[in-house]
């Protein structure tokens, strides 16, 4: 628990532990009520009580900004996302007023600061802004004092001196760069996950949890839909060597670190098996082969904000043309194949296929760097269970490939016996 | 619905309506769900449409704010009252977020301000606050290129920087100082009642809905307990001289205006007979008539916060003490009485009893100032039915008895008859 990663000028708390700053963000399942909140409440004392100096981050209740978000639907189809913002933004104002009261209730000297107050300054993108400065002088202050600060995330002050918010898992977000703000020894992510795993526990039954991740690795995941931490904030901690823990508000294990690669002595060559479901293939048959085609097709779908992942261009044999198969996001295929359909006299492919009933599994490490044959293990441990490889993409940490839906769970259980990562 | 009151600068709308600055408040069951914001959107625009210059203020959906208070109570019993308003004001900006884009979608430019935005600047008496000042020029340049403004009732910025609220029934507080700070022509307060009635319509049914009422009479009625407004902002209209529409939000009827005596031609000498169950009688035997012994036993009372409200002090004839009755809220009566044992000592009365089964009846009229007789014939019309008064007080356009609950509905339609107020 008492981990350090900066050599930050600390003094001795009461009992001897070092006194660390820590920025402790709670999710919405976690002050999902009055008695969660008090929980919380009563786990932030037991921090202070060790001597850490403690800025509570929080969400809204579980549900809440869904329900502000629905009504914001109901109300208008296409939103003044200025207006948006104030709305969806009522749930944090409620939940760290509350948490202030419960602290203070149990003894201990806490308030509340809103996105404005701060201020959190941002652009002015609402519903998906960017944090440009925080004001953390006064909030150092009181935490040297003794004070419990409770922060509002996902929402900021823009330029524009309206209120916005910083898109979906902004909490996380806020949480991070307060920490890289005031210097904080650690960001503890508490969330109704206790870890990051090896792979899912709930298909592999032998998946174990990791103590250390890196940067990268947790980046690979996240983009791949893992929901234990929004890519942005995972961003921002690497640039600013923000050391995060994953911990659960529901239990007292330690939870994983994700820190520095440096960080991690021995490191495996292959840490977790991921997937995503959330993808489907679209196959584009004998497509001329001249330059600026794959911009004719891709700058469209860019265009419509569909976000284009695998890709694999293959010449046909015949000279001239080349077959073009990527992955789109399952919600975006109607759409993208409508928009390739009125592309067809530009492009001038002969057929397009698709497929919404696959997966991609994703073997993730930092230490593929230095190790070859990672790729070739994967290939043939799926070959063996007889799974035929659709499409491969690869970056330097991660081989992902993109197979039929079905063997989802061979696949990963497979995979994650191979790379040696099944618990004994 | 044009009447106008000020001969303030206008011009005329597209209609050769006279154009006019309307500060429209809606409470929270007019605003209760989408479905009725969306009707409010439609009234506003309807305003525009004629050519207004149209400020909405807001409440927060209703039970939203019982249900915020509710959980600070669940949280903690003594609350810090600067969380609790942070807590407390989270309703009133989801309805204005949803009312801005309600009016867009109906094609009315619109735009949300909450109270630390404009600022609405109040003192720091945190749950109770007192406006000093808001800033409105941005507001009014905005109303000028036809623009609605959606304010947030309820609450401001203190001058710590943290958000106030204004107390009970602040909306109309903000509704009021809004039309006083720009200049309105009008302030219509929107509710689920039509107007104010000659009684209450629920026991006597030939109350009729008063056209007009002055801000004198209002304020009585207010202090009365009657929930069309709220005391404090009836105070501000008058002082300011801001013209007050009382209105249904469900329907398209009148209402009642509320204004300065001299806008009222024919005044009649009683225009409402008022009632208020929440009342308790304490009477104190045989107290030492010396001087001081009055403060001895209201100074304690005042200190712990209970209001007393009509008080009659008799000599019991020995010369030497005097009976002392007087009436607190029924919730302080337990508290009183407590307060009034301890006191026994000091100010050495004999008895002490209580009765909580009472009903304050007022009438309540301007015309009282220049006609006798109106309090005789008060008691005369009560002889008549048999009902006996406990205690009488009076103001100058109020005359109360204190009586027994049970005759609570008799004492109404008989006081309404004799006053020649029944609808025929």
Redesign the interface.
Known sequence: MNTRFFAAPSTAGPSGHIMARIIAKFGGTSVGD?GR??AVAARVKAMTDAGDEVCVVLSAMAGTTDQ?ID??R????M??A??????V???E??T???M???L??LGVEA??W?G??LPLSTDVTHGNARINRIETAELIRRMGEGQVQVIAGFQGLGAD???TTLGRGGTDTTAVALAASIGAERCDIFSDVDGVYTSDPRIVAKARKLDKITYEEMLEMASLGAKVLQTRSVEAAMKHGVPLRVVSSFNNTPGTLVVDESEIVEQEIVSSIAYSRDEAKITLQHVADRPGVAADVFGPLAEADVNVDMIVQSSSGNGDATDMTFTVARSDLDRSLSILKDLKPKIAYTKMFSDADVVKISVVGVGMRSHAGVAGRMFSALAEKGINIQVISTSEIKVSVLIAEEYTELALRTLHTAYGLDDD
């Open positions: 009055i909140i008090k502000l009504w914001t109901q109300t208008a189809a939103h003044d200025r207006e948006y913002d104030v709305v933004s009522a749930g104002q409620i760290v007023g509350l202030a009261l419960a203070q209730e308030r509340s809103l404005w107050q001196n309206r209120v």
